[in-house]
């Protein structure tokens, strides 16, 4: 993380470099500040380092959670091993069926599984409620109660979900479950309660984007708006996907860091279907900095391009309206008018 952040600060850095002599002094204050900004965080996150690497190092000498299991090896396996799960999930009921009182501990995880993503929802509830009530072994019972609240999750039963996650992660700690536990809290509207789940997540040495992110969220949702923006900083420097960069940059501007969201909305000026949303994402954080000069010909570039005419034009609108601006008003009106 610390080696991502550095790289993203130092691409700032360069690109800002480039631009100083013909900046003006109002705009390098801000992208100083910026950088400045980003090298407080590099600093906290050195000052983890040892903490985070003994944690890795005692998970690296833990064994695999499921290596105390002799491997199982059968027809269902290849074919879950396939992705052809609908019938892996078939074959499993046969091979259960074959062997009803010698059960490799394995093998009802398989049949669970594969009836969860081949879609057979009531037969992976079978399944989960004959393990749950039959075996004691604790990992054994963590995976059921994994794939269970994962299965309520897909139903839209967020408190059936909460519940197997609290059950899964008191068997067991995984940055899995703290996840998935985080997200049901969050979608239960308990940022209190999510906030610590993805912090654990991060912790565990994941660079997690999604994590990230809906810690950004819950933080800002529990008022705590500029740690939940630094969230977000740093999963930009993460190289999140293109609508998950999109997003972010929305949050920044709806938070009012105008500046953070034109440095995430910058970096998809090369993407080929977002880059024109990116442009007046730009344009539009420009002139809510009152940069009005650059922002406003950014949006005439963009009058041209039909998908997003009819946003550029409103935004305009806006602005004329805030800015008592006469001919910006004109503009919008010729535009409207096709």
Known sequence: MVSSSRQGWRSVFKDVTQKWDVMTVEEQEKELSLLEEWTERVLEEWSDMHEACMTLRERQQQSSVLEKYPPY???GTALYDLEMFQEAAMQFDRELKMQPHMHHPLLHLYAIFANLYGGQRERCKEHCVYVLTTSVDRLVRYFTYMALGTLYMQE????????SYEHASKLTFHPDVMYNLGMAYFLQHQYALAIPCFVEVIKDGEEDVDALYFLGCALCESGYVEEGCAKWLEAIQLCPPEKVLLTIGAKLEWYGFHQAAVHCFEQLLQSRQLRHLAKHGIAWNLALQ?????????????????QIREDVRLSIEFLAHCWNDGNLRELAASIERG
Do not use: Q
């Open 73 to 75: 090896v059968s027809k």
């Open 156 to 163: 839209g039963e967020v408190e059936e979900a909460l519940t």
């Open 290 to 306: 009152d940069e009005r000069e650059k922002a406003i010909h950014m949006m005439k570039e963009l009058i041209a391009v039909p």
